[in-house]
């Protein structure tokens, strides 16, 4: 079983930076779609930006463009997100997910087999 770790969640002022982090347990993700995903209680869970880390061809989210960058560290199986500029409406759980299927990395969430469980980021006015 393919297990995958978030951290770096956490409290922070509206255009601040953070940077999450996920750990993934098995090291052949080093060349599938790996993705983030952020999703607020009671709300549809929508993708922010992803992966493919066979050729680094990357996607994001048009809230996400400009400001958040998706790469990883292959030697240490860590994918991460660096989210700059962050704002309010950036306020929710992120998950990173992962899936072996697609060459394209779809954005909807229904096509990753593999989550974490998710890291809180709260973005204060």
């Known amino acids: 079983q393919v297990l995958l770790e978030e951290s770096g969640g956490e409290p922070v002022q509206a255009g601040g930076s953070l940077r999450l982090s996920c750990a993934f347990s098995?090291?052949?993700?080093?060349?599938?779609?790996m993705g983030w995903f952020r999703q607020v209680t009671g709300q549809e869970r929508e993708n922010v930006a992803r992966?493919?880390?066979?050729?680094?061809?990357?996607w994001y989210a048009d809230s996400a463009q400009g400001r958040f960058s998706i790469y990883r560290d292959s030697a240490r199986n860590i994918l991460y997100l660096q989210m700059n500029d962050l704002k309010p409406d950036d306020s929710a759980r992120y998950f990173c997910a992962a899936d072996r299927r697609w060459v394209s990395c779809p954005a909807e969430g229904r096509f990753y087999q593999h989550w974490g469980q998710g890291t809180q980021v709260t973005v204060s006015v």
């Open positions: 992966i493919n880390n066979d050729d680094g061809r990357t």
């Open positions: 098995d090291s052949t993700f080093s060349r599938d779609c």
